[in-house]
């Protein structure tokens, strides 16, 4: 009885390296599904199998028949519910150097990986003094403040600079002349990681009627992440702010520096 119980528990070589794979696909779909509203999906349709499960175990036949008709299209209706994402995924293993990063000592290393929490060093100055400058000169322009994800997929719609954020550098980017001002700004951790990207607008029909595709693209960015968007207006100057799907228009510096103070640390 013994000796079946350790054959039972033995670990070949390729078990492992299934197990690190497996472990590997977990982290990199947490990465891409973090601060999105995918991911409220996701523990969503893995609480409807954990609850099948359940009702399996306990004999429950009509309702275990309803959620593994519900589950067995559950392929599809991941396809259907993540397109974005699986995109996202698909054009992250196509990268050249991704399965170099898969393998790298510090993927294989779990306490190395880094996770950022909800607040993060910005120094929100320059950024402060950018929309200042813009909302005199009417100059149209969308920055985005990334959180937990570095919308990666969204920068890449873009123009990559990797610049230090300044006031200057905003506000040259967001000229009318500039060949980069039609689209956003995404800056990751003080630094702007690209210009002229585009971003999902917003469908919510409760919007008022005179925004423009500026505001809706600002406000839809935040609908499927936990980033920031700050709009100014080309038409009047107002300076909006967008999170979390919500959107306050007209708001003034005050107002603003005191809303980056809820979600970032100035230094």
């Not at 190395?112 to 322009?141: D, M, P, Q």
């Not at 207006?233 to 103070?261: C, P, T, W």
Request: proline share 1%; net charge positive; hydrophobic share 50%.
């Amino acid at each position: 009885m013994l000796l079946f119980i350790f054959d039972f528990l033995k670990i070949r070589f390729v078990d492992i390296v299934d197990i690190l794979l497996v472990a590997s696909l977990i982290f990199i779909l947490y990465r891409l599904l973090k601060g999105t509203i995918a991911a409220n999906i996701f523990f969503g349709l893995l609480s409807i199998y954990f609850i099948w499960i359940l009702v399996k175990a306990l004999n429950m036949n009509l309702l275990s028949a309803i959620l593994g008709q519900f589950l067995g299209v559950g392929v599809l209706l991941i396809l259907i519910v993540f397109q974005q994402e699986v995109r996202k995924f698909l054009l992250l293993i196509g990268q050249r150097n991704f399965f170099m990063q898969l393998i790298s000592i510090r993927t294989l290393q779990p306490w190395k990986w880094k996770f950022t929490s909800n607040t993060v060093s910005l120094n929100y100055n320059e950024i402060i003094r950018s929309c200042s400058h813009l909302s005199k000169n009417l100059t149209g322009a969308i920055i985005v403040l990334t959180k937990s994800t570095e919308l990666r997929g969204f920068a890449s719609t873009g123009v990559l600079l990797d610049a230090e954020l300044s006031s200057k550098i905003l506000e040259s980017i967001f000229h009318k002349n500039s060949p980069l001002h039609d689209g956003a700004i995404i800056i990751v951790k003080n630094r702007i990681r690209a210009a002229s990207c585009i971003l999902p607008v917003s469908e919510n029909n409760k919007l008022q009627d005179n925004l423009g595709l500026r505001h809706r693209a600002g406000l839809g960015i935040t609908e499927v992440s936990d980033a920031i968007a700050i709009i100014v207006s080309e038409e009047n100057g107002s300076i909006s702010f967008a999170e979390h799907g919500q959107i306050q228009y007209n708001i003034s510096l005050k107002v603003l520096r005191d809303l980056l103070d809820e979600n970032f640390i100035n230094y």
